[in-house]
């Protein structure tokens, strides 16, 4: 998936852990990798310095923020890095998206200019990064974003070389409908010309789900029925997590061409002992779908595969590279809903 990205001209990675660090660095030598974590132990800041490359960081404390400038020391003379290139992340609103990122990192509004102050005095280059949470099913998850964004900058008067509106930008499934990514696009850029920012300043974006999610489907086969549940071959433990764990609708397809009754709804449990293991939907399927059958189960992309472990024995997989189009998109050239349908009210 890497190497894809790289010759589809995807030079800058975020990277979450040293090892993520290690494996990226591996595989394309000459990318620009991110420590975009905002919580990291001075090792691994350490090796990402001096073995690995890594000149950018994100932080959202004054701690974090002294941890990077002692890990980052010459071990000769024990000067500080004067070729830092800091994030100082911001802790905004996710009631646009379907699953928050807001409690978790982030400095306040009210810490924003402080750190935003200090942080300019250990670096070469600063940033502001933010995450609306994943899947914002508004285009105004950015815009609240970016005002906040504006308040925290116009307070610290610094110079800010970088914005980063983090991911959020949704993919199409069963019941979500977002508005198409061209909508997104024009209302960040619109929001970000508008920042008091350095002329020359960059605008980034994390597009995890929107970039990765339509990439992936996995097959599984009916074990058993009952009733209206399937017992099917992966599940909790498997690239199924989501669909678990919160609930999270992937579109599905039978693959057999003898069934011939009408769709109901169904809910699916996975091969494991564990009574957890258990995914409500619904996930629509023909009426008549009976062990032995199977059934394709799309847009996994995103976090599917990053899930699975070995619980029970279970977990392996054979991987096929195919050439179809993914079950939905939000790329394909269809507007599913109006632009008018992107005004927010507000209460």
Known sequence: MRSVLWEGGV???????????RLVRGILPAAVLCFMHPVKTPAAIREAYFEHGVRTFSLDTVEELEKIIDAC???????????????????????????????????????????????????DWLGVCFHVGS???????FVQALDRTRAAIAEASV???????????PSAYPGLEPPPMEDYFAIIAKHFEALPIAYNAELWCEPGRALSAEYSSMIVQVNKRRGEELYINDGAYGALYDAAHVAWRFPVKALEDDLIQEDEDFAFYGPTC??????????????????????????????????????N???????????????????????????????????
Request: hydrophobic share 40%.
């Open 159 to 169: 110079v800010i070389d970088m914005i980063d509106v983090g991911g959020g930008f």
């Open 11 to 21: 030079t800058h990675f975020d990277v979450a852990s040293i090892t993520e660090v």
């Open 135 to 141: 899947q914002a099913m508004t285009p105004f998850a």
């Open 313 to 347: 024995g279970y977990g392996n997989a054979q991987i096929v590279t195919v050439a179809d189009e993914p079950m939905m998109s939000l790329f394909n050239g269809t507007r599913q809903r109006e632009a008018t349908d992107n005004v927010v009210s507000l209460r």
């Open 73 to 123: 020391r010459s071990p000769e003379t024990g000067e500080a890095p004067r070729d830092l290139r800091l994030c100082v992340r911001l802790r905004v609103s996710s009631e646009y998206s379907e699953l928050s990122l807001a409690s978790k990192f982030g400095c306040d509004l009210i810490e924003a200019p402080a750190l935003l102050r200090e942080a300019r005095q250990h670096c």
């Open 274 to 311: 564990d009574d957890a293991d258990y995914m409500k939907g619904p996930f629509t399927l023909p009426a008549d779908i009976q062990a032995g059958d199977y059934i394709e189960i799309g847009m996994l992309g995103a976090y599917g595969a990053a899930m699975k472990t070995g619980f």
